[in-house]
């Protein structure tokens, strides 16, 4: 029963404007293809729907919305998955932005409020600068040890 239909096959695909393996072949009127050899017999077999064109296969984005998810909660993006050095991800410049901002307000607001003098200002303002604190967490208990800030803040 199993009889080469493989130019039928090539001329049906051409018809059809898809590929070979696409061009489904009904298994039970193959024998009455087997002396269709022009194309006007293929055309006529597409006609009575014994040859169609199955549908195009698409990719699922299943897989891809469930990592996205997974990723906007925090997970997959540790050392493993990045590329690059860490100011790619996060320019260093950005990063010194956001750690020296912060600082330079609060000594900005102690200096503002009298709680610490124009001198000591300058002085923490310099060791900030100088990449001294980590924080603003920092700088206060660096205040705090120097004596320079006597109540909690």
């Not at 906007?72 to 998955?81: A, H, L, T, Y």
């Not at 790619?88 to 750690?99: L, S």
């Not at 020296?100 to 923490?124: Q, T």
Request: hydrophobic share 30%.
């Amino acid at each position: 029963m199993n009889m080469d239909l493989k130019n039928q096959r090539r001329m049906a695909a051409e018809l059809l404007d898809c590929g070979e393996n696409r061009v489904w072949i009904d298994p039970n009127r193959a024998e009455d293809l087997a002396d269709a050899i022009t194309r006007a017999d293929i055309r006529t077999a597409i006609e009575s729907g014994t040859i169609k064109a199955l549908p195009k296969a698409g990719i699922s984005k299943g897989r891809t919305r469930y990592n996205a998810a997974q990723r906007k909660k925090g997970r997959q993006r540790g050392p493993g998955s990045r590329k690059g050095r860490a100011g790619a991800r996060t320019p260093t410049k950005r990063d010194w932005i956001q750690t020296i901002r912060p600082i330079r307000a609060e000594l900005r607001d102690l200096r503002d409020s009298g709680k610490i003098s124009k001198n000591v200002y300058r002085k923490f303002y310099m060791k900030a600068k100088g990449g001294v604190f980590k924080s603003r967490a920092h700088l206060l208990t660096h205040l705090k040890t120097e004596g320079h800030l006597q109540e909690a803040k």
